[in-house]
């Protein structure tokens, strides 16, 4: 492959340890637009195969020097750049988003390579500390003690349905991981393994450049439960990073947490993203606010994690121009196509779930057919809300609930019963601050990502970037899958108590 031309032809194979391996057993993937092609099926024996080969490289990878693993993650960023056009092209047809999206996606996807690249140079991470010994201490001497965070080992990783690039195959799971001396096993997503192929081929060419050992990487596409049940509990494997629906999250938490060894399951489960419009903010900007949550709501067809899908807003006229304005700017949002038809399905009954409920208004309610899904709006009261949990479930696609409150202690009343979420945002005037005070704490427990006077849709890649939040957001309160502070998931502190510089790691001398 050159890198300059816009076709690709897949060969629908796995690439395990420096090997493209194919298999009798084949699945048809299904595109929103262009040609179909047929991947091999992932199976439990390729899965031990490419464990196997990941703890083999794990042995000399995870004590490369941070220079040479450095240059590898910014080899593997070249590589997806030359092959730009095609992911592009690929990717566009396996999941109907547009060329710009992609295109954003796959900078934002090398821009975290190169930001890890960059943050493992400087050595902070490592969080190196050191006590002198102290041979004269009474009644007894202290030893030398030296500590710094090391690699856990082979990390698995679940490519996401609704990030082909910046949290799949070479998304930020794997930049993490990879930057702290871990090999990767990626389970592809099957609704865009192509887009999956070819960057594992931008991958295992930065393998042979940076002369990595062939187990540092491999890719299994397709399979059934069992594939990835078979990841998670191979004993080889000692992290998982994970995006995805509650439901499928939560069993492989499970099976991480049942293992004779359990293992940590850094699971990103999705979130309903509270915004909590105050009082102040509300009477004189109520309408922009409006227009601007019905843009943040339907960007990418309401297919992000940080989706704000429910609004709470005081009763009356100021409340009432709110919903309107979010109205109106709903219904001039053209029908978007979905990532794949069973994520329209699962956004239909969502939006059936909210029907069914006499306790909920419809405010605007559009029909949807195959994968195209059109905005929707439903409103509630706080008491309504809190008494019925289905609710505060997310509906993955462009559908927002407003909670209506009678005033500032029923609003704080309704943070309190949110569970655990991404992001929860305040839009607020100077008049607010007594309110928004109040309100801060409560919410400082119930999401990673506070925001003010802003909409959450987007997430920057940054040191100080928080993606993760109490359960069910994800199934780590204490991590990030976004930002620097991700690597910090695949490493573990090692102390060295009385070892010479003759033996101790480099990075330590």
């Known amino acids: 492959m050159d890198g300059t031309s816009a076709d690709f032809a897949p060969h629908g194979k796995h690439l395990i340890a420096g090997d493209w391996i194919g298999g009798e057993r084949t699945f048809t993937s299904d595109p929103a637009h262009g040609q179909a092609h047929a991947y091999a099926v992932g199976t439990p024996d390729l899965v031990d195969r490419a464990?196997?080969?990941?703890?083999?490289?794990?042995?000399?990878?995870?004590?490369?020097?941070?220079e040479a693993r450095a240059v590898f993650l910014e080899t593997i960023a070249d590589e997806i750049e030359a092959r730009g056009p095609q992911i592009t092209a690929?990717?566009?047809?396996?999941?109907?988003?547009?060329?710009?999206?992609?295109?954003?996606?796959?900078?934002?996807?090398?821009?975290?390579?190169?930001?890890f690249a960059e943050h493992i140079r400087q050595g902070d991470y490592l969080d190196r500390r050191h006590d002198a010994a102290l041979p004269d201490r009474q009644p007894l001497p202290r030893p030398e003690l030296r500590m710094m965070q090391r690699p856990i080992g082979p990390v698995a990783v679940f490519g996401a349905s609704n990030f082909p690039l910046a949290f799949s195959t070479a998304g930020g799971d794997t930049a993490a991981a990879l930057a702290a001396g871990c090999p990767v096993v990626v389970k592809?997503?099957?609704?865009?393994?192509?887009?999956?192929?070819?960057v594992a081929e931008?991958?295992?060419?930065?393998?042979?450049?940076?002369?990595?050992?062939?187990?540092?990487?491999?890719?299994?596409?397709?399979?059934?439960?069992d594939v990835g049940q078979a990841l998670v509990q191979h004993p080889l494997i000692r992290a998982v990073g994970f995006t995805g629906s509650l439901g499928g999250g939560r069993a492989l938490f499970d099976l991480c947490?049942?293992?004779?060894e359990p293992i940590p399951f850094f699971g990103e489960l999705g979130s309903v993203n509270p915004m909590f419009i105050l009082p102040g903010a509300c009477s004189a900007r109520g309408a922009e606010i409006g227009t601007g949550w019905a843009a943040s709501l339907t960007m990418g067809a309401g297919q992000f994690c940080t989706n704000p899908g429910i609004a709470v807003v005081g009763k009356g006229a100021d409340g009432d121009a709110f919903v309107e304005a979010a109205s109106a700017a709903l219904r001039e949002t053209a029908p978007q196509t979905m990532l794949t038809d069973g994520i329209a399905t699962a956004y239909r009954d969502g939006k059936s779930r909210?029907?069914?409920?006499?306790?909920?208004?419809?405010?605007?309610?559009?029909d949807q057919e195959g994968r195209s899904a059109a905005p929707n709006l439903f409103q509630t009261d706080a008491e309504t809300y809190l008494q019925d949990h289905a609710l505060g479930e997310e509906v993955f696609g462009p559908l927002g609930l407003v909670v209506r409150v009678s005033g500032e202690e029923e609003m704080a009343s309704l943070a309190r019963g949110f569970e655990g979420q991404l992001t929860a945002t305040l839009h607020m005037d100077e008049g607010d601050t007594k309110l928004a005070r109040a309100l801060?704490?409560?919410?400082?427990?119930?999401a990673g990502r506070l925001l003010v006077n802003g909409f959450p849709t987007g997430v920057e890649v940054a040191d100080s970037m928080v993606h993760g939040g109490p359960y069910p957001a994800s199934t780590n309160f204490g991590a990030t899958s976004v930002g620097t502070l991700s690597i910090r998931r695949f490493l573990r502190p090692v102390c060295y108590q009385d070892v010479p510089a003759t033996i101790l790691p480099e990075d330590l001398v």
Request: glycine residues 14%; charged residues 25%; positive net charge.
């Open 51 to 66: 464990c196997r080969s990941a703890e083999e490289a794990f042995a000399t990878y995870g004590w490369t020097g941070r």
């Open 202 to 225: 931008a991958i295992h060419a930065a393998i042979g450049k940076c002369k990595m050992p062939a187990g540092v990487f491999s890719l299994i596409q397709g399979g059934k439960r």
């Open 440 to 446: 801060l704490p409560i919410l400082e427990r119930k």
């Open 90 to 115: 690929i990717g566009t047809s396996e999941t109907g988003l547009p060329e710009a999206r992609l295109e954003g996606e796959r900078g934002r996807t090398t821009g975290q390579l190169r930001l």
């Open 354 to 366: 909210f029907e069914g409920r006499n306790a909920v208004e419809p405010v605007l309610t559009t």
């Open 188 to 198: 592809g997503h099957s609704a865009h393994p192509g887009t999956g192929e070819i």
């Open 257 to 260: 947490a049942q293992r004779p």
